[in-house]
């Protein structure tokens, strides 16, 4: 099993930014080789923004690309998202993610609110 403590979300005005973490803890961590981010906006799937493995190859999606940055920290089992030049669009909550020996496991989420 996988514990997360998520941070970061909020209320952001358009075009401002947020930062958001998650840190990963269990002992299925020691077996990570990806971490993300997906969101939900209300009504819709939840989809994938950007996944960061081990060796550091980064995926985003294409809504996102040139906005978002992922990065890692292996050692402490964290992940960020740093958020520039947000969109009303945005408005979703975001959930950190991890792939391991055990499967994929979900943090809880963080609400992200973009809006003047």
């Known amino acids: 099993q996988a514990q997360f403590v998520e941070s970061g979300g909020g209320l952001a005005q358009p075009g401002g930014s947020l930062r958001l973490s998650c840190v990963a803890s269990g002992s299925i961590t020691s077996s990570i080789y990806k971490m993300g981010w997906y969101r939900q906006a209300p009504g819709q799937q939840r989809e994938v923004i950007a996944t960061?493995?081990?060796?550091?190859?980064?995926n985003y999606a294409d809504s996102v690309k040139g906005r978002f940055t992922i990065s890692r920290d292996n050692a402490k089992n964290t992940v960020y998202l740093f958020m520039n030049s947000l969109k009303p669009e945005y408005t979703a909550r975001y959930y950190c993610?991890?792939?391991?020996?055990?499967?994929?496991?979900w943090g809880q989420g963080t609400q992200v609110t973009v809006s003047s």
């Open positions: 993610t991890i792939l391991s020996l055990g499967g994929r496991s």
């Open positions: 960061m493995s081990s060796d550091g190859t980064t």
